[in-house]
């Protein structure tokens, strides 16, 4: 159990780094179409371009010039699966983090079980070792929830704050393509 804890904490961790550079690259981009929209100078064009908010943007732009805005409830439908791909986009491996928060101190609590059986076999086995032989075998078993625990706190911290991180991003983004709808330049 302890080194499948540890597995999952490294995968954690590389997944914790991509998600975050993700959201960061997120905002300064959402910032910088932001001051484009309002006139003022932002938006390199190797920043935004290329990036998933300016193309999912240029889609926005496609879809209001051909339904137009006079049929305001299919142009909703369309945009409510565009902001679905730019929320799938940023929540990408967010639920991984969740689940692993909500389970590694289940892991953890599992192998300290599993320990505690072992130690008590091993009394059994062999008599002679006493209560220092247990006490050592579930000690080593108790580290076992003490690294499920380690795992999940980061992993639950981090699944919080790229939740957070991501509905306000979503909401920037649907604040740009209602500017873009309206004809404004993005």
Not at 30 to 38: G, I, K, P, V
Not at 99 to 107: D, E, K, Q, S
Not at 136 to 145: K, Q, Y
Request: proline share 2%; net charge neutral; charged share 20%.
């Amino acid at each position: 159990m302890l080194y499948s804890l540890i597995l999952l904490s490294a995968i954690s961790v590389a997944l914790i780094i991509e998600r975050v550079l993700v959201v960061r690259r997120s905002n300064r981009v959402l910032q910088a179409l932001e001051d484009r929209s309002l006139g003022l100078p932002g938006c390199e064009a190797r920043h935004c371009e290329k990036s998933a908010e300016a193309n999912l943007l240029k889609l926005v732009r496609e879809t209001a010039d051909k339904t137009g805005t006079g049929n305001m409830e299919l142009l909703q439908g369309q945009l409510d699966g565009i902001i679905g791909r730019y929320r799938r986009h940023l929540e990408r491996y967010t639920a991984f983090l969740g689940t692993l928060g909500n389970n590694a101190p289940f892991l953890g609590l599992l192998g300290t079980c599993i320990g505690v059986i072992e130690a008590f076999f091993q009394l059994g086995v062999n008599v002679e070792g006493g209560a220092g032989a247990v006490m050592a075998g579930i000690s080593e078993a108790l580290v076992a929830t003490a690294t499920g625990i380690a795992v999940a706190i980061p992993a639950v911290v981090a699944y919080n704050f790229l939740s957070k991180a991501s509905d306000e991003a979503v909401e920037r983004f649907v604040q740009l393509a209602w500017t873009v709808i309206r004809g404004g330049k993005v």
